[in-house]
């Protein structure tokens, strides 16, 4: 299973912007990047994905290595609201079909727990 | 649009017993995938049906089962309960098979197992 690493914990101050990093040295062609986040209290949200391109959406940016062997979420502007745990998870299926072997569709980390002080 | 919903939110249950999860999915969603999470070994894919056939199944044991109706309403059941079962139990809809598409994750069902 491809795996990502993230540092486990990042400060930042409220309404700075905010990289989050993420490591997937081993992923493959046809695995996407998805963030994911959970806030306390709240099942995972959806937060952004990308296969090769830089991705944009009202949330946050994604920016993916050329080489595609890392990838960093970025906030433009952190509130206090965007206290939470962030997932960087592969998603390593071909549409329609399992790979042999598959062990699931979502394989959540320990993911980065953001602070952001007032 | 109504956000995928879980049912009941909190059970107690006592080892041995068994329970069954409800998850309602997002309308017009075909995926529903099933985790569970808990402060060791943080969250975990259970399986993902899919119009009503289980695609994918994560390393839980058989008591561990779950099935999809017909209108992408999807349960999941725990027989022959162990302490070690208590968790968040998770779900998430998604349009089509996860892979490549968001999830939409519901609240969650708080198990505790005495």
């Known amino acids: 299973d491809a795996k990502t690493t993230q540092p486990n914990s990042m400060e930042s101050n409220e309404e700075e912007p905010v990289h989050l990093p993420c490591n997937h040295s081993?992923?493959?062609?046809?695995?996407?990047i998805h963030w994911y986040r959970q806030l306390p209290s709240q099942g995972p949200e959806y937060v952004i994905h990308?296969?090769?391109s830089n991705v944009n959406n009202r949330m946050a940016s994604l920016a993916i290595a050329e080489d595609r062997k890392s990838s960093t979420l970025i906030l433009h502007r952190a509130t206090l609201r965007d206290a939470a745990v962030y997932y960087c998870i592969l998603s390593f299926r071909l549409w329609g079909m399992n790979y042999g072997g598959s062990q699931g569709n979502l394989i959540f980390g320990k993911g980065t727990k953001l602070s952001v002080k007032p | 649009k109504a956000g995928v919903t879980q049912t009941p939110r909190y059970l107690i249950k006592t080892r041995g017993q068994q329970v069954t999860l409800s998850c309602s999915p997002i309308?017009?969603?075909?995926?529903v995938s099933w985790y569970q999470q808990t402060p060791g070994q943080g969250l975990q894919f259970l399986f993902e049906?899919?119009?009503?056939?289980?695609?994918n199944k994560g390393n839980f044991p058989g008591r561990f089962s779950g099935r999809q109706f017909s209108n992408s309403r999807s349960e999941m059941n725990v027989s022959t309960l162990e302490l070690g079962d208590s968790a968040l139990y998770l779900c998430?809809?998604?349009?089509?098979?996860?892979?490549?598409?968001?999830?939409?994750f519901g609240p969650g069902t708080r198990l505790t197992v005495t």
């Open positions: 049906y899919f119009s009503e056939t289980q695609r």
């Open positions: 990308g296969l090769t």
């Open positions: 998430a809809s998604s349009l089509v098979l996860s892979g490549g598409y968001e999830q939409y």
């Open positions: 081993t992923i493959s062609g046809t695995d996407y």
């Open positions: 309308s017009g969603h075909r995926s």
